[in-house]
Protein backbone atom coordinates (compact mmCIF):
# COMPACT_ATOMS: atom_id res chain seq x y z
CA UNK A 1 0.00 0.00 0.00
CA UNK A 2 1.03 3.60 -0.78
CA UNK A 3 1.42 5.82 2.61
CA UNK A 4 1.32 9.04 2.04
CA UNK A 5 2.81 11.67 5.28
CA UNK A 6 0.94 15.14 5.69
CA UNK A 7 2.42 17.71 8.19
CA UNK A 8 0.76 20.37 9.42
CA UNK A 9 1.20 23.33 12.87
CA UNK A 10 -1.99 22.28 13.81
CA UNK A 11 -4.21 18.97 14.09
CA UNK A 12 -7.54 21.19 13.94
CA UNK A 13 -6.53 22.56 10.38
CA UNK A 14 -5.47 19.35 8.99
CA UNK A 15 -8.84 17.95 9.98
CA UNK A 16 -10.97 21.07 9.38
CA UNK A 17 -9.11 21.98 5.76
CA UNK A 18 -8.15 18.12 4.48
CA UNK A 19 -10.66 15.60 5.97
CA UNK A 20 -12.08 15.25 2.48
CA UNK A 21 -8.97 14.70 0.81
CA UNK A 22 -7.57 12.34 3.96
CA UNK A 23 -11.30 10.14 3.20
CA UNK A 24 -11.06 9.91 -0.12
CA UNK A 25 -7.37 8.92 -0.36
CA UNK A 26 -7.65 6.57 2.22
CA UNK A 27 -11.02 5.10 0.66
CA UNK A 28 -8.30 4.76 -2.44
CA UNK A 29 -6.29 2.35 -0.81
CA UNK A 30 -3.53 4.67 0.80
CA UNK A 31 -2.39 4.86 4.05
CA UNK A 32 -2.41 8.47 5.64
CA UNK A 33 -0.13 9.43 8.32
CA UNK A 34 -0.49 12.61 9.71
CA UNK A 35 2.41 14.59 11.38
CA UNK A 36 1.32 17.42 13.70
CA UNK A 37 1.19 18.92 17.20
CA UNK A 38 -0.64 16.87 19.99
CA UNK A 39 -4.48 17.97 20.15
CA UNK A 40 -6.08 15.20 21.60
CA UNK A 41 -9.44 16.25 20.25
CA UNK A 42 -8.62 16.11 16.77
CA UNK A 43 -6.19 13.42 16.94
CA UNK A 44 -9.27 11.46 17.58
CA UNK A 45 -11.60 12.73 14.63
CA UNK A 46 -8.03 12.01 12.44
CA UNK A 47 -8.12 8.71 13.59
CA UNK A 48 -11.79 7.99 13.19
CA UNK A 49 -11.43 9.28 9.49
CA UNK A 50 -9.05 6.00 9.20
CA UNK A 51 -5.71 8.28 9.43
CA UNK A 52 -2.44 7.67 11.84
CA UNK A 53 -1.45 10.48 14.17
CA UNK A 54 1.83 11.44 14.94
CA UNK A 55 2.40 14.15 17.41
CA UNK A 56 5.27 16.44 17.02
CA UNK A 57 6.01 19.17 18.72
CA UNK A 58 5.83 22.36 16.10
CA UNK A 59 5.83 25.70 17.00
CA UNK A 60 4.10 27.71 14.05
CA UNK A 61 6.29 30.94 15.06
CA UNK A 62 9.10 29.56 16.39
CA UNK A 63 12.67 31.54 16.22
CA UNK A 64 14.82 29.09 18.12
CA UNK A 65 17.59 27.70 15.64
CA UNK A 66 18.50 24.83 18.31
CA UNK A 67 14.97 23.63 18.16
CA UNK A 68 14.78 24.40 14.74
CA UNK A 69 17.64 21.78 14.94
CA UNK A 70 15.52 18.98 17.03
CA UNK A 71 12.53 19.43 15.06
CA UNK A 72 14.35 18.95 11.73
CA UNK A 73 16.36 15.78 13.40
CA UNK A 74 12.95 14.43 14.68
CA UNK A 75 11.76 15.04 11.36
CA UNK A 76 14.09 13.05 9.65
CA UNK A 77 13.68 10.00 12.00
CA UNK A 78 9.70 9.99 11.42
CA UNK A 79 10.80 9.65 7.63
CA UNK A 80 13.21 6.76 7.71
CA UNK A 81 10.27 5.24 10.24
CA UNK A 82 7.50 5.89 7.61
CA UNK A 83 9.60 5.49 4.62
CA UNK A 84 6.01 7.71 2.52
CA UNK A 85 5.99 7.54 -0.88
CA UNK A 86 4.32 11.01 -0.90
CA UNK A 87 4.81 14.04 1.56
CA UNK A 88 2.94 17.39 2.00
CA UNK A 89 4.36 19.66 4.26
CA UNK A 90 1.80 22.70 5.05
CA UNK A 91 4.02 24.36 8.05
Same mark, same amino acid.
Given at each position: ????????????SMYN????? !?? *?? $????? =??? /???????? #???????????????????????? !?? *?? $????? =??? /???????? #??????
Amino acid at each position: MKKILFMGNTAWSMYNFRRVV !FS *DL $ISLGY =IIY /IVAPLDVK #FQKELEKLGCKFISLDIKAKGTNP !FR *DF $ILIFQ =IKK /ILEKIQPD #FCFFTL
